[in-house]
T-cell receptor
C-alpha cells in the first residue's frame, strides 16, 4: 500500500513566521501535490511537482512556495504566515500524472 | 474554468437503504473522474476512478457511473451501513488539447453522508 506521511497532524504558528510542511511518500511516485481544504471552498490545489526540482503553480499559489530536492519528499513553505492561511493542508502523490492520487492524513495548521 | 457541484450537500439515511450521490461538472473535456471518501479529520481515500471512455466502475457495494456529454456522475451505494458515514468527494481531472492530462484535480464540495442504525 502507498504510504503518504505528513510530518505533523496539528501545528500552531504565529503571524509572520516561516512555516514548513513536510510530506514523504514511500512508493517512488513521480508526482506530488499540495492542497488546502476549507469549509465552503473545498479542496484547492496550491502547487504540484512532476519530478525532482520541478514545480508548477496550482490554483492558489500566492503566499506559498515549494521544494522538491528528493523524489520522495515535497515541502510546502509559507514564507510569512498570515491568519488567512489557517487551514487543513493535504499532500498527495501519484505514480502516473493522470491516475489515482493517494493522500496523507493532513496537517491542520493554525496561524495566530 | 471547470466547476464541480455535488448534490445533496448532506444526506441522512437509515441503515440498509440504497442511495445515490450526484456530481456535475461544467466542462465535459475531462480525462477521468474520481470518487473519494473522507472521514472526519483524515485525508482522502480513493474509492473509484472512471476513465472518460468508460460508463461505469464497480467496487463491492459501490457503483459509479459517468455521462461525460451531460457532465454528470453518480455514486450508488447499495445496502448502506453505519460505517459508510463519511464525506464523499467527486473530482474531475482535466484533459488538454492533445488528449492527455496535466493531472490536476478539481473537487466538488462533497456530500456528508450519515447512515444511522
Amino acid at each position: 500500500d502507498v504510504k503518504v506521511t505528513q510530518s505533523s497532524r496539528y501545528l500552531v504558528k504565529r503571524t509572520g513566521e516561516k512555516v514548513f510542511l513536510e510530506c514523504v511518500q514511500d512508493m517512488d511516485h513521480e508526482n506530488m501535490f499540495w492542497y488546502r481544504q476549507d469549509p465552503g471552498l473545498g479542496l484547492r490545489l496550491i502547487y504540484f511537482s512532476y519530478d525532482v526540482k520541478m514545480k508548477e503553480k496550482g490554483d492558489i499559489p500566492e503566499g506559498y512556495s515549494v521544494s522538491r530536492e528528493k523524489k520522495e519528499r515535497f515541502s510546502l513553505i509559507l514564507e510569512s504566515a498570515s491568519t488567512n492561511q489557517t487551514s487543513m493542508y493535504l499532500c498527495a502523490s501519484s505514480l502516473v500524472r493522470a491516475e489515482s492520487q493517494h493522500f496523507g492524513d493532513g496537517t491542520r495548521l493554525s496561524i495566530l | 474554468k471547470q466547476e464541480v457541484t455535488q448534490i445533496p450537500a448532506a444526506l441522512s439515511v437509515p441503515e440498509g437503504e440504497n442511495l445515490v450521490l450526484n456530481c456535475s461538472f461544467t466542462d465535459s473535456a475531462i480525462y477521468n473522474l474520481q470518487w473519494f471518501r473522507q472521514d472526519p479529520g483524515k485525508g482522502l481515500t480513493s474509492l473509484l476512478l472512471i476513465q472518460s471512455s468508460q460508463r461505469e466502475q464497480t467496487s463491492g457495494r459501490l457503483n459509479a457511473s459517468l455521462d461525460k456529454s451531460s457532465g454528470r456522475s453518480t455514486l450508488y451505494i447499495a445496502a448502506s451501513q453505519p460505517g459508510d458515514s463519511a464525506t464523499y468527494l467527486c473530482a474531475v481531472r482535466g484533459s488538454n488539447a492533445g488528449g492527455t492530462s496535466y493531472g490536476k484535480l478539481t473537487f466538488g464540495q462533497g456530500t456528508i453522508l450519515t447512515v444511522h442504525p
